[in-house]
DNA sequence: AGTGGTTTGTGAACACCGTTCATGAACGCC
DNA sequence: GGCGTTCATGAACGGTGTTCACAAACCACT
């Protein structure tokens, strides 16, 4: 916060004598470096994962001098946290159009389907949101409501609060704890597609299907009496 | 394998010399402090995560100079994996006790309550076994059937081939791919639990018992008709 | 009892890692 | 041109996993 006031400071003293070109160059290079920092640890960690994120090897990638990285960012952690933020706002854009969807019960399979597809086709950014360190998960969620985190959980509780106000659900259904359980259902899938990547298993997306009619209809058939 | 070759050669070459008291001890020291060694890595671990098991502080603990460590593993993440299996052993023994139930549909909540137990009171174990590297989760599933990866997934199946066998299941349905589903779904709710520490959320037991009668009895008075 | 060979243990080193800090260079202002 | 601020860096500190030559302990055999 110092630095940025200072740097408010400095724009409005500029401003004042009537000279402020040279502090605006200054500060957009900084946010280009910064930028640029940010964009290929995006690329180291999208190719060699969050582990192999070395501040040495990512100085030079950006060709500074390890020391530099920390004119820009506290430490490794901002950096991962900040990739984090920016790959959460990924997740909720591909989130989006499923979310358009009007009638609800049409919208869960699209939005399964999008959350599975989102993990599988960057499987380097889904680990290091939900599966690196947690205290980076916990900083995407803890935060202001309107951040990438709960958004993406809000547009999931919105389902069921859309049938239960249409009156499809049973009166005194939580929304939320659907949510949490679908949530909690496709993140499954996800994670364990990306863990144990030796096990068989059907197809993510197939087996996507099978969670969405399995939570919505039940049991495909079932006789609850006893055989 | 060498060595064991060896040391079998060595002890068979003393029987037949009338003498191996002495090759006994000496492999069961060995093995002891095998065992030692493991034992203070589960404990470094489960007190303060797997990131946190380095081989000097393990040496230290074991009061051994680290460079012994590697007489009796190949390297970090051999001790790693070993803690893994028996993690899963200490998982499937959990979930023993529910699998004796003999109506799978009582059988099936217990299961899951079981498994999400096992996760919240063994999170560094739960976080070791499934969210740490994906080499050690893979290596769980992948070798032989009668690991404890394998038959803790075959405790799943079975509560639906028990369904399916007694005709309380649409013939035709997988019984794996509902397991799977039913992984993934205890999996989520425990990983997310241990991941997003900072949401807030209705407790896990709860949770869990909400995604099994969803599950098992679709959406709570869900009318299928647009409203 | 002494000797030789195997097993067991170790200190020192290598190549990394994240991070800090004094030093130096570049830059804009006066 | 001199001065103060900003930017960049080399070198260092303490940490990591791992290797390897070397030493000590041990057991078997003469």
Redesign the interface.
Known sequence: MNAVHLLLAVQLVKAYTGNMGIAERKERQRAELREQILRVARDIVVKEGFPALSMRKLADAVEYAPATLYLHFENREAIAKELCVRGFQDLLATLEPAAQVE?P?ERLPKLAEAYVRFGLEHPETYRLI??ED?KL??????DNPESAGPRSFGVLVQVFVN?LA?????AG??P???A??L???????V??R??????P??PAE??TQ??VT???????????G??
Chains 1, 2 share one sequence.
């Open positions: 009638d019960l939900f599966m947690p998960s916990t900083a995407l969620f803890g049938l249409a009156g499809r659900l049973e259904t939580k939320e704890q659907l949490e359980v949530w909690a259902g496709v993140h499954g899938i994670s364990l990306l863990t144990c990547t030796g096990f298993g059907t197939e087996l099978v969670l399995t939570l919505v209809k039940g049991l495909p058939g079932l006789k609850a006893r055989a």
